[in-house]
């Protein structure tokens, strides 16, 4: 599919955008951004908007157009694949039948949970969600290695947080934690979770506990402190978790070194999972399947939503 080059216009400084009536040293944002500024519109599906939002609009539409024209246009050898991802597209933009499965995709997926009847088992799943809905309390990422340039490797850092620390921690943001309890229950209702209420309230609870152990943001932003490689033999000994059947299921098996971010939380966090009864982080992995949109109902998706309160 072949586009026209993008219009880039002249070459320069765009004086329009600013307002030469203010004085840059009153007020230098509006002297240097004003006409802009005042003139500019977000459209009412962005919450902003700027020259990156613009592009990224005018990327996805083209994707778009790609997607639903599918196979036509494509080179003969790449029709087949073509028709496959249109096909998967249009599958996932069929509200109508979305409406009528609702929860029926994701039932494989919660039975899954279900069946696990140790923490062990229930971290197997979890290195399966790299590739799946199933939440985790470590993030693995693969990534180049800051010191050593041009080598990659995988780090392990703190999970298990639906939203950021700071909201299970910090007694200005009890309304909406309180928002958070509501939007759990509401969600494991959907599931037919069992006691949707008593389980969300056990599964907050869980999730603070990690927060108040995990590093802030601030902590995090330090290269020197996050980078602390070990082997996952060490790691097993300072912070007792499967961490080989994690791996495995991540199709990491074979890896004998990681490097930690959060040289502290990383044990901590796994004692936490480890005196944590099994129907709490059972519940926890469940509610990335909820979350995805397309995998149940989007109306009763839709009006459960998670929105922080105003």
């Given at each position: 599919?072949?586009?026209?080059?993008a219009?880039?216009?002249?070459?320069?400084?765009?004086?329009?955008?600013?307002?030469?009536?203010?004085?840059?040293?009153?007020?230098?944002?509006?002297?240097?951004?004003g006409g802009w500024y005042?003139?500019?519109?977000?459209?009412?599906?962005?919450s902003?908007?700027?020259?990156?939002?613009?592009?990224r609009?005018?990327?996805e539409?083209?994707i778009?157009?790609i997607?639903?024209?599918?196979?036509?246009?494509?080179d003969?050898?790449?029709?087949a694949?073509?028709?496959?991802?249109g096909?998967?597209?249009?599958a996932?933009m069929?509200?109508a039948?979305?409406?009528?499965?609702d929860?029926?995709?994701?039932?494989?997926?919660?039975?899954?949970?279900?069946?696990?009847?140790?923490?062990?088992?229930?971290?197997d799943?979890?290195g399966?969600?790299c590739?799946s809905?199933?939440?985790s309390?470590f993030?693995?990422e693969?990534?180049?290695?800051?010191?050593?340039?041009g080598?990659?490797?995988?780090?392990i850092s703190?999970?298990?947080?639906?939203?950021?620390?700071?909201?299970?921690?910090?007694?200005?943001l009890?309304k909406?934690?309180?928002a958070?309890?509501?939007?759990?229950?509401?969600?494991?209702?959907?599931?037919?979770?069992?006691?949707?209420?008593e389980t969300?309230?056990?599964?907050?609870a869980?999730e603070?506990?990690i927060a108040r152990?995990?590093?802030t943001d601030?902590?995090?932003?330090n290269?020197?402190?996050t980078?602390n490689?070990v082997?996952?033999?060490?790691?097993?000994?300072?912070a007792?978790?499967?961490?080989?059947?994690?791996l495995?299921?991540?199709?990491?098996?074979r890896?004998e070194?990681?490097v930690?971010?959060?040289k502290t939380?990383i044990?901590?966090?796994?004692a936490?999972?480890a005196?944590t009864p099994?129907?709490?982080?059972?519940g926890?992995?469940?509610l990335?399947?909820?979350?995805?949109?397309?995998t149940?109902s989007l109306?009763?998706f839709?009006?459960?939503q998670?929105?922080?309160?105003?």
């Open positions: 599919m072949d586009y026209p080059p219009a880039t216009g002249g070459w320069g400084f765009d004086f329009t955008g600013a307002n030469f009536a203010k004085k840059p040293g009153d007020d230098f944002f509006g002297y240097a951004n005042d003139s500019a519109v977000i459209p009412a599906d962005r902003s908007i700027g020259p990156s939002i613009l592009l609009m005018t990327a539409a083209r778009r157009e997607l639903e024209q599918a196979r036509e246009g494509a003969p050898s790449a029709q694949d073509a028709s496959r991802i096909a998967f597209y249009a996932f069929d509200e039948h979305a409406e009528e499965l929860v029926q995709p994701i039932a494989a997926l919660i039975a899954m949970i279900r069946s696990t009847s140790t923490q062990a088992e229930l971290v799943l979890m399966a969600g590739r809905f199933f939440d309390v993030s693995l693969i990534g180049l290695h800051d010191p050593a340039s080598r990659y490797g995988v780090s703190q999970g298990g947080l639906g939203l950021n620390r700071d909201y299970y921690v910090a007694p200005s009890a909406e934690k309180a958070y309890l509501t939007y759990v229950t509401q969600l494991l209702g959907m599931i037919n979770w069992e006691a949707p209420a969300a309230t056990a599964i907050l869980f603070t506990a152990v995990s590093w601030t902590e995090r932003s290269p020197n402190e980078y490689p082997t996952v033999s060490a790691l097993e000994k300072s007792p978790f499967p961490w080989r059947r994690l495995a299921n991540a199709d990491l098996e890896l070194h990681v930690v971010v959060e939380a044990p901590k966090i796994a936490i999972y005196r099994l129907p709490t982080p059972q926890l992995a469940g990335p399947s909820c979350r995805c949109r397309g149940i109306e009763a839709r009006r459960r998670f929105r922080l309160p105003r």
